[in-house]
Nanobody, 115 residues
Framework: QVQLVESGGGLVQAGGSLRLSCLAS????????MGWYRQAPGKQRELVAG???????NYADSVKERFTISGDNAKNAVYLQMNSLKPDDTAVYYC?????????WGQGTRVTVSS
């Protein structure tokens, strides 16, 4: 069993930055299995950032050059640095671990970007 806890959301003005954190606890952790998703009001949940098999960040087109995913295996943590935030980035952001058939989600952290 794995628990994922996100933090770092909040209210920020357009153009600002936030750094989201996701801490994992439980039986296993694999950085390459981690990803960040978001769900805006009235929209489907979408992938924001994850890792490629080589460990590089992989991003949705809407956040490329603005968001950066990183992680720390020693801390069982994954981060999402979000810069140049836009009102369209307003959503609940979720951390996900998809690993060997196991699928875990955090409870989400809300990000609100005001114009």
């Amino acid at each position: 069993q794995v628990q994922l806890v996100e933090s770092g959301g909040g209210l920020v003005q357009a153009g600002g930055s936030l750094r989201l954190s996701c801490l994992a606890s439980g039986s296993f952790f694999s950085l390459n299995a981690m990803g960040w998703y978001r769900q805006a009001p009235g929209k489907q949940r979408e992938l924001v950032a994850g890792f490629t098999s080589s460990g590089r960040g992989n991003y949705a087109d809407s956040v490329k050059e603005r968001f950066t995913i990183s992680g720390d295996n020693a801390k069982n943590a994954v981060y999402l640095q979000m810069n140049s935030l836009k009102p369209d980035d307003t959503a609940v952001y979720y951390c996900r671990m998809l690993y060997q058939g196991y699928d875990y989600w955090g409870q989400g952290t809300r990000v609100t970007v005001s114009s």
